[in-house]
């Protein structure tokens, strides 16, 4: 299975915390997830994670429906 995957912040001052030094944070989060993800798919996953910069994107309607939540302002 492949995914991609993006996780956003709010500012670039953010997107260091997530990457972490080296991008040692990343790599195990992605590592965590990787390993939950085989054992609920019982198969090989291949994830790719990506940190992207967007100061509004918790006021978008539509990226809440595209994870599957609610949107309540």
């Not at 990343?26 to 992207?52: C, M, N, S, Y």
């Not at 990226?63 to 309540?72: I, K, R, S």
Request: proline fraction near 3%; avoid cysteine.
């Amino acid at each position: 299975v492949r995914i991609e995957q993006t996780l956003y912040v709010e500012r670039e001052s953010q997107r260091p915390i997530v990457l972490g030094k080296n991008g040692q944070t990343l790599k195990w989060i992605g590592q965590k997830a990787r390993e939950e993800l085989t054992e609920l798919l019982d198969r090989p996953v291949h994830l790719f994670l990506t940190v992207k910069v967007d100061e509004r994107w918790a006021d978008r309607r539509e990226f809440y429906g595209d994870v599957g939540l609610d949107f309540e302002a």
